[in-house]
T-cell receptor
């Protein structure tokens, strides 16, 4: 069975600084996808970035980028130039297999300080 | 506007009183799913459906029922709610096919069972 682990329950960063959120996963699947979701206080689940496991190039979306280490089963999220609006819970998620299920980590609560 | 809607957004009820949380999507997605979110546990899948009249259990199905009579709707039914079902519930939908398509989430339903 697949598992997703986020070992940082809470993190804090100063505005305009860079922060990295960690995520590790375990799977025996060869074809899968990894995601980072943002959940602001509104509780809406917002897709931040996705990575296909077969792609070696790390995904980037504006200030958000990932460091995907397939052999180490690691998938960290880097947020550059942090903004107050980045304050949220961030979930790492694994997608793959026949059931199309997303498996989520326990989340990292990020606070951006002014 | 492409979206997943859930109703109600907030619900307080008493133990044993049957309730239904509705979910509807306007994107003609084949796949729909229900997740519950609990502190320290992330999101866990309750039930999912890959097509009309096709539903299956996720990781935490006990105490829940679903139906998929129409492609756009996927209601979650709690026939005899208990306090351990107090949670934040999300409905999600996506296309199905080769690969793993982005799942679109509804706004969430906060349920309290007393």
């Amino acid at each position: 069975a697949q598992t997703v682990t986020q070992s940082q329950p809470e993190m804090s960063v100063q505005e305009a600084e860079t922060v990295t959120l960690s995520c590790t996963y375990d799977t025996s699947e060869s074809n899968y996808y990894l995601f980072w979701y943002k959940q602001p206080p509104s509780r809406q689940m917002i897709l931040v970035i996705r990575q296909e496991a077969y792609k070696q190039q790390n995904a980037t979306e504006n200030r958000f980028s990932v460091n995907f280490q397939k052999a180490a089963k690691s998938f960290s999220l880097k947020i550059s130039d942090s903004q107050l609006g980045d304050t949220a819970m961030y979930f790492c998620a694994f997608g793959g297999g026949a059931t199309n299920k997303l498996i989520f980590g326990t989340g990292t609560l990020l606070a951006v300080q002014p | 506007e492409a979206q997943v809607t859930q109703n109600p957004r907030y619900l307080i009820t008493v133990t044993g009183k049957k309730l239904t949380v509705t979910c509807s999507q306007n994107m003609n997605h084949e796949y729909m799913s229900w997740y519950r979110q609990d502190p320290g546990l992330g999101l866990r899948q309750i039930y999912y459906s890959m097509n009309v009249e096709v539903t299956d259990k996720g990781d935490v199905p006990e105490g829940y029922k679903v139906s998929r009579k129409e492609k756009r709707n996927f209601p979650l039914i709690l026939e005899s709610p208990s306090p351990n079902q107090t949670s934040l519930y999300f409905c999600a939908s996506s296309l199905l096919g080769q690969g793993f398509y982005e799942q679109y989430f509804g706004p969430g339903t906060r349920l309290t069972v007393t």
